[in-house]
């Protein structure tokens, strides 16, 4: 196989948080979306993150946060509940990594 056969351009994929504390607090699963590809210096920060870094974490991460039309939720004044955004934070990081 050629290396071209497999590139793409990024493409929005539904994730959804489905774990049980989630479901418990909100009544349901969450869904939100995120590429399935990230530019490489993305994903060399993301590879390189230090886990005691929060905003390092948070400023990557919440561009990767999207809706169903790709648009970015955090924003300006918008934010998840701090519970939430972590399991969310988890979420697009270990999806990431089995693509």
Do not use: C, H, Y
């Amino acid at each position: 196989m050629k290396i071209n056969q497999i590139a793409s351009k990024p493409q929005l994929i539904k994730v959804v948080l489905d774990d049980a504390d989630t479901v418990k607090e909100l009544g349901e699963e969450l869904e939100f979306w995120t590429w399935d590809r990230q530019p490489l210096d993305k994903f060399m920060k993301l590879a390189s993150m230090k886990q005691d870094a929060p905003e390092e974490i948070i400023g990557l991460v919440k561009d990767l946060i999207l809706d169903e039309n790709g648009q970015v939720v955090i924003k300006d004044d918008v934010m998840l509940p701090t519970v939430i955004l972590i399991r969310v934070i988890q979420k697009v990081i270990e999806t990431l990594g089995k693509l």
